[in-house]
Nanobody
Framework: QVQLVESGGGLVQAGGSLRLSCAASGRTFSSGAMGWFRQAPGKEREFVVAIRPSRGTTYYADSVKGRFTISRDNAKNTVYLHMNSLEPEDTAVYYC?????????????????WGQGTQVTVSS
């Protein structure tokens, strides 16, 4: 049984930092992709960042470039989302997702597994 377990969300002031973790169990996704999406109240789920673990290739939404960084620890089957210079607009539930094969990384429908989500709240 595949599980993705996120951790690290919380409340932070604008300009602050948080690190989210996503630990995968049940299989590895070295041939596919792992990503982070977020969903704010009343809005659709949107792509944030993704990584192809096999090569470390990364993809970022324009809104987070230069502020967020994704990294992975293949030995632990875990990906991390390092978020700096957080803004109130970053407030959302953040979801980890994993795809078994190479897919268009920005499309949530292409992912096979999802975590339960972790709340990130940025106060102004």
């Amino acid at each position: 049984q595949v599980q993705l377990v996120e951790s690290g969300g919380g409340l932070v002031q604008a300009g602050g930092s948080l690190r989210l973790s996503c630990a995968a169990s049940g299989r590895t996704f070295s041939s596919g992709a792992m990503g982070w999406f977020r969903q704010a109240p009343g809005k659709e789920r949107e792509f944030v960042v993704a990584i192809r673990p096999s090569r470390g290739t990364t993809y970022y939404a324009d809104s987070v470039k230069g502020r967020f960084t994704i990294s992975r620890d293949n030995a632990k089957n875990t990906v991390y989302l390092h978020m700096n210079s957080l803004e109130p607009e970053d407030t959302a539930v953040y979801y980890c997702a994993a795809a078994e094969t190479i897919v268009p990384v920005t499309a949530p429908t292409e992912y096979d597994y999802w975590g339960q989500g972790t709340q990130v709240t940025v106060s102004s």
